[in-house]
T-cell receptor, first 112, second 114 residues
């Protein structure tokens, strides 16, 4: 089955700096790669996703890049703000398949 | 819309007890899933369903049963709780339609087995 690895496990940045979180996946059949943000005491919430037919996608301060050949994808957050502090999860699956596998998570702390 | 509602929010069980974690969604989504979240291990898929009457095993199904008699409800049953099942459990519902998809998660159930 699919195996997703995520790095780093913790990340601390100064407000205004950029943050990058990286994930690798093992199953070349996976074609859907979402990123979730989880705030304390809440369930994960989708923040951005990318399909395998796209190399990059951007939404305001967040962007995701995908390298299908190397089987890795990354989340980029620019101009970080204290409210970006949370745990971020990457995941991989086939688009119409409910069997989604998650990375172990990255705890991002943005220092004011 | 309430989204995905999980009950209870907290539960303490003794080893060997049984219980059902409830999950309901009001978005008419076909797909529903149960995950457990443990420190340093992310979310691991327990069971999932692609529609009423259809369920399948995920990554860590042992010790858990599910059923999907309606589109709205997807309960998770622990038949004989074990300390290894101490975790935070999340239910999710999702859709895939015309190239769009998104999973919505409940608030979680924190289960402690003593």
């Amino acid at each position: 089955g699919e195996n997703v690895e995520q790095h780093p496990s913790t990340l601390s940045v100064q407000e205004g700096d950029s943050a990058v979180i990286k994930c690798t996946y093992s199953d070349s059949a996976s074609n859907y790669f979402p990123w979730y943000k989880q705030e304390l005491g809440k369930g994960p919430q989708l923040i951005i996703d990318i399909r395998s037919n796209v190399g990059e996608k951007k939404d305001q301060r967040i962007a995701v890049t995908l390298n299908k050949t190397a089987k890795h994808f990354s989340l980029h957050i620019t101009e970080t703000q204290p409210e970006d502090s949370a745990v971020y999860f990457c995941a991989a699956s086939m688009f119409d398949n409910n069997d989604m596998r998650f990375g172990a998570g990255t705890r991002l702390t943005v220092k004011p | 819309n309430a989204g995905v509602t999980q009950t209870p929010k907290f539960q303490v069980l003794k080893t060997g007890q049984s219980m059902t974690l409830q999950c309901a969604q009001d978005m008419n989504h076909e797909y529903m899933s149960w995950y457990r979240q443990d420190p340093g291990m992310g979310l691991r898929l327990i069971h999932y369903s692609v529609g009423a009457g259809i369920t399948d095993q995920g990554e860590v199904p042992n010790g858990y049963n599910v059923s999907r008699s309606t589109t709205e409800d997807f309960p998770l049953r622990l038949l004989s709780a074990a300390p290894s099942q101490t975790s935070v459990y999340f239910c999710a519902s999702s859709y895939a339609f015309r190239g769009e998809t998104e999973a919505f998660f409940g608030q979680g159930t924190r289960l402690t087995v003593v």
